[in-house]
Nanobody, 122 residues
Framework: HVQLVESGGGSVQAGGSLRLSCAAS????????MAWFRQSPGKEREGVAA????????YYSNPVKGRFTISRDDAKNTLYLQLNSLKTEDTAMYYC????????????????WGQGTQVTVS
């Protein structure tokens, strides 16, 4: 059992940057695939970025590729998402989630989710 708490969201102008964090407690994220998802009002939750155990591979959705960077610090039990060159269409609630290993973006694959942090780009 693991608790995930996101932070770092906020309001930023287009072209700006933010760094999101996801702090885990109750259990380690080490050995697990971790991912970021986002959801805008009226839209389905979509995968944004994922990083496998040991950070040997990362995956990005096409809309964020080249602008967002996912990373992890297992010693701090924390997942990060660096958001650069933000666009208005990046406005969404951002969630972190845990899977055992990379299975893709299917929501049902992820067994633990945080409550989200809001990113608003104007």
């Amino acid at each position: 059992h693991v608790q995930l708490v996101e932070s770092g969201g906020g309001s930023v102008q287009a072209g700006g940057s933010l760094r999101l964090s996801c702090a885990a407690s109750g259990n380690t994220i080490s050995g697990n695939c971790m991912a970021w998802f986002r959801q805008s009002p009226g839209k389905e939750r979509e995968g944004v970025a994922a990083i496998v155990s040991g950070a040997t591979s990362t995956y990005y959705s096409n809309p964020v590729k080249g602008r967002f960077t996912i990373s992890r610090d297992d010693a701090k039990n924390t997942l990060y998402l660096q958001l650069n060159s933000l666009k208005t269409e990046d406005t969404a609630m951002y969630y972190c989630a845990k899977d055992g290993q990379w299975h893709g973006w299917g929501l049902y694959e992820y067994d633990y989710w945080g409550q989200g942090t809001q990113v608003t780009v104007s």
